[in-house]
């Protein structure tokens, strides 16, 4: 069966300092990967996507940037945190280019950033 | 733009009572919709989806949808609410591929 892993689980950074968040996908080959971050009463807010190794998307100019590694390896990151960076960031996956296909969520990290 | 509009961010019932949470979504043609429960400090987990077919879908833990084209909705119910149940509720919908759209969630409490 497949899984997926999301690290760490928490996380406290001071503003300025560099963020990198990890999301393995175990059980499933060329997996679409999502980065959402999610704020308190707005749902959740879809950041990145990548359909490939080397492939990214970004659906919203942020602080961030994504990288895709490995085939299975998603990782978002930030070279100097915003206080308003501070959230809920969730890892995804699916499973082909439906858009009836369900996505599958990581347990997230909660980002604080002080 | 498609989007999903969840009405009502807090909804408290009796344990035992009818869960009834609501979402509405914009349009237009047929989307897919889904709704997924988060426990706190968790990911989210699909309760259900709707495609195509029966308007009636139903989904893990209980629950149920009915897809209603006239109204544009897609409500999620529950006959009886158990404690497990409290949680924050997800209504989603998807048109474009890579593109699933949130609404703002609905926190449902169970009393005892």
């Known amino acids: 069966s497949q899984t997926i892993h999301q690290w760490p689980a928490t996380l406290v950074q001071p503003v300025g300092s560099p963020l990198s968040l990890e999301c393995t996908v175990e059980g499933t080959s060329n997996p679409n990967l999502y980065w959402y971050r999610q704020a308190a009463g707005r749902g959740l807010q879809l950041l990145f996507y990548s359909v490939g190794i080397g492939q990214i998307s970004s659906e919203v100019p942020q602080n961030l940037s994504a990288s895709r590694p490995q085939d299975r390896q998603f990782i978002l990151s930030s070279k100097k945190l915003l206080l308003s960076d501070s959230g809920f960031y969730l890892c995804a996956w699916s499973v082909d280019s439906n858009y009836n296909s369900p996505l599958h969520f990581g347990n997230g990290t909660r980002l604080t950033v002080t | 733009a498609q989007s999903v509009t969840q009405l009502g961010s807090h909804v408290s019932v009796s344990e035992g009572a009818l869960v009834l949470l609501r979402c509405n979504y914009s349009?237009?043609?047929?989307?897919?919709l889904f709704w997924y429960v988060q426990y706190p400090n968790q990911g989210l987990q699909l309760l259900l989806k709707y495609t195509t077919g029966a308007t009636l879908v139903k989904g893990i833990n209980g629950f149920e949808a009915e897809f209603k084209k006239s109204e544009t909705s897609f409500h999620l119910t529950k006959p009886s609410a158990h404690m497990s149940d409290a949680a924050e509720y997800f209504c989603a919908v998807s048109l474009v591929v890579y593109d699933m759209r949130f609404g703002a969630g609905t926190r449902l409490t169970v009393k005892p």
């Open positions: 349009s237009s043609v047929p989307p897919y």
